[in-house]
């Protein structure tokens, strides 16, 4: 009966691209914090490309087909996201043409028993019409005291809108 050797059981890894640098060229699949966005070509080390990168499915190898696959999707995105500024600034003029008014439980001095905060901002303009996360609105601390104040509201982290805040003793208090 003929002995079966065994091979060495290593597989030859098949050779990754390298890059100008000496590195191994990527296209990244999904964004990678510290390396780049989704559809950059990166150049990394050989160590990070096949023990991170490939394995995880964040990257793939970048052959021309890829290239010329990301850049006909980068076009279509860039539109889309055009859209979507525009229709961001038009919000903001909107916001900024739009003022809020809030009733609060205030002393006589105009101190607010509580205060204002980016709940009551958001809710204030959702009853306007308007939908924004509490997160989109920059206050400089809670407002505490009756008052006009103009609040930041960042749409996008090159859209900000200047909303007008009015702080108003509530209506059973008034009329004491």
């Known amino acids: 009966m003929p002995v079966k050797t065994k091979s060495s059981g290593r597989r030859r890894a098949k050779r990754l691209p390298k890059g100008p640098n000496g590195g191994i060229e990527l296209l990244l699949i999904h964004s990678v914090d510290q390396l780049g966005k ?7 080390k050989p160590g990070y490309a096949n023990n991170y990168l490939l394995p995880q499915g964040l ?29 961001l600034r038009k919000l903001a003029d909107a ?24 709940v009551d901002i958001a809710a204030g303009l959702k009853a ?22 103009n609040v930041a509201v960042r749409l996008h982290p090159t859209i900000d809108a200047e ?4 702080v108003v003793p ?5 009329g004491q």
Not at 59 to 80: N, P, Q
Not at 163 to 166: A, D, E, P
Request: glycine share 8%; aromatic share 4%; hydrophobic share 35%.
């Open 38 to 44: 989704q559809g950059d070509v990166v150049e990394v």
């Open 59 to 87: 990257a793939t190898i970048a052959t021309d087909h890829h290239k010329r696959m990301v850049e006909t999707h980068r076009e279509k995105l860039e539109e889309i996201e055009n859209e979507r500024l525009a229709e």
């Open 95 to 118: 916001i900024g043409k739009q003022s809020v008014t809030i009733e609060s439980n205030a002393n006589d001095e105009g101190q607010l028993y509580g205060s204002v905060n980016q």
């Open 128 to 149: 306007h019409g308007f939908t924004v996360s509490t997160a989109q609105i920059h206050l400089e601390g809670t407002l505490k005291e009756l008052g006009l104040y």
């Open 163 to 166: 909303l007008k805040v009015w």
């Open 170 to 174: 509530s209506v059973d208090q008034a």
